[in-house]
DNA sequence: GTTTGGCACTCCAGATTCAGGAGTGCCAAC
DNA sequence: GTTGGCACTCCTGAATCTGGAGTGCCAAAC
């Protein structure tokens, strides 16, 4: 239905919401038509306007105020009139210089990937660390704490850890755990957590195991360990949202940073992207979000053929896609390949 | 030289503290007289306002409206006026019934902590994390993840596990990897991570070492292992702030969410908090924090006889100190003994 | 001498009014 | 189809006004 715009529309929809995302003030027709290769005047522009206020493409705030464009202009804004280029020299230079952080583990480089992305796009960045489940087991060690509590450690193929406490109805001896942590980790390593799960099951069901009371007691405090952990979501520099002029009623604030501390939304939109595939982008009302107004983009981190998680932009919906998307596409790409195992160093080209 | 003031002008000055924390709004005299227990004219309560002002406890934000208190006037309320009670039987509860996490590590408990402690006081709750370096080491282990990288694995004594990666400059094998992981651990299980270091830098000195190339090499790595990583410090229920008329000037909250989102000036109070003991009080500019009009009220918690960090809830000024104290001091208390080895389970008395 | 009622004074907060300006919509002319 | 003109709308910010809450001070009362 937006594909019958002419040329003209367009270019003029364009202007109207390129104007809107630099000042954030409904847009007149007067602003237009001092626009550079726009050679028309305010009455037609305004003839213009009004059809793409039909169209659900803009709306006005009241009758004498100009133009704002419609989540849906931003949409077809997106899909059809932005062409994206790719990311600034300065932006790439500063990625490739702090992100591939000395001695970073995977936890620390997507830290700071979040406030990477935070500080060049002004926005606030998000990074959805790897769900645990999706992951290659490496390691599984469990270290006596002291009385009955044993805790699980549990290494990711990307250098990820995670740990549970465990607690044991008897004490096991050090010799005993050294038995149990060689032969779990013959057994399990290497495997995709939804594999290892698969194996403790069907090991515990044989019958070589349930002679062995060691070793069964082993498998059932892995599969405790192997609980579903709370998916990590870092979320650097919420603070810009102050900078917004759209957002300077407390009350909208409020909303905003209470969704940021419940996470729960946010994760349920990470995962949508995560699911998909590439760059998503979610403006206003299609991220769920309660707190109107805002959009989000993702990409997808990978390593090899494996999705690992989510980065991502969230910034109001007057946000400066042109110039976020590349970065969320770079950096995406670039911590893909800092945790790709054997390639921590910095690569030469992308 | 606030030790001259008489009964009645504690007792007004109470009350106009206690009304501002309630209210927010500025105490007239009128206010003072209706409150019970007062049973004197306006005008006389005026003239001990007066005083009061004198003497830098009050302050009038002009000419016609009511007193506010100072932060000289917190601190007298706080040192003198106010006996804290104990904590409410309601909030015992639900701190019994959640921090004890079923099968929670440190890291989950102290993250909870932090909720709680927002969620009963109705303020941002922070917790700092033990410092790795007052740790006792529990276990240290090095797991290959492919390539040259090694992650480094350090369990403290309580449960708490750092993580570190180190690159070697040729590869190791698994059997090697054992050896050394045996080797460092029978040599520095149970030392605290100053004794750590220490102990490393000496017997990389010793004779027996520099012969065994392999085991002067996991001296080194553990070296590497070893240093320093940031505080990891947790902040929850931010989002109260909004709550706060007081704050409700944007470019405030700004700031406020930036102090939050640095850390540099918390962590340098909570440092302070550590080096004292017990339940500590900063009032306003005491806390040397940026944005004014903040109180911070931390404890420490410790297992035994060693400190481990530091649990404390930030607010504005205007504070309710007599729930708040109560809170952050049992919560303090209940967290360390959680965290004392072998308590794990909920004590049943305190 | 402490307490109190009275009174003039101050100053804020909110309502009201007003003028200017930016923008629109429509129509008739080009 | 495009444009200039014009009446109309509605927001914004400044200015004004009023009521109320509160103070400070003084003289009278206790």
Do not use: W
Not at 1 to 16: F, H, P
Not at 121 to 133: C, D, E, H, K, N
Not at 161 to 183: A, F, G, P, T, W
Not at 327 to 337: E, G, N, P, Q
Request: proline content about 3%; hydrophobic content about 40%; glycine content about 8%.
């Amino acid at each position: 239905m937006t594909g019958n715009l002419n040329d003209r529309s367009r270019q003029i929809l364009k202007a109207i919401i390129e104007n809107y995302i630099a000042t954030a003030e409904p847009v007149g027709s007067r602003t237009i038509t001092r626009q550079q290769g726009v050679n028309l005047s305010p009455a037609s522009v305004r003839n213009v306007m009004s059809e793409l206020e039909e169209l659900g493409l803009l709306s006005s705030p009241h009758t004498s105020a100009g133009r704002v464009p419609t989540d849906r202009a931003y949409r077809f804004y997106v899909n059809t009139l932005l062409k994206v280029g790719s990311v600034s020299d300065d932006h790439e230079e500063q990625l490739l210089e702090r992100l591939p952080l000395q001695g970073g583990d995977a936890s620390r480089i997507l830290r700071e990937t979040s406030r990477m992305l935070s500080s060049l796009s002004r926005y606030a960045g998000i990074v959805l660390a790897p769900r645990f489940t999706e992951n290659v087991l490496r390691h599984l060690e469990f270290v006596k704490l002291g009385g009955k509590r044993l805790l699980a450690i549990l290494v990711t193929e990307h250098g990820i850890v995670h740990n549970k406490l465990v607690e044991v109805q008897e004490e096991i001896s050090s010799e005993e755990l050294v038995r149990m942590s060689n032969y779990l980790n013959t057994l399990l390593q290497g495997l995709p957590m939804t594999e290892v799960r698969r194996r403790l099951i069907e090991q515990m069901q044989s019958d070589k195991i349930t002679c062995d009371a060691l070793l069964d007691r082993a498998l059932r405090l892995s599969k405790q360990a192997l609980a579903e952990t709370e998916a990590d979501l870092f979320i650097e520099g919420q603070a810009t949202f102050f900078n917004q002029p759209e957002f300077s009623d407390t009350a909208r604030m409020k909303e905003i940073f209470r969704a940021f501390e419940e996470k729960g939304q946010l994760l349920e939109l990470l995962d949508r992207s995560l699911a998909a595939d590439g760059i998503q982008i979610f403006i206003g009302s299609e991220t769920n979000l309660a707190p109107g107004g805002m959009s989000v983009i993702t990409s997808v981190y990978r390593s090899g053929a494996r999705k690992l998680g989510v980065i991502g932009i969230i910034g109001p919906t007057r946000m400066g896609y042109a110039s976020v998307i590349p970065i969320v596409d770079y950096t995406a790409r670039l911590v893909s390949r800092l945790l790709h195992s054997g390639e921590q160093r910095l690569p030469a080209v992308m």
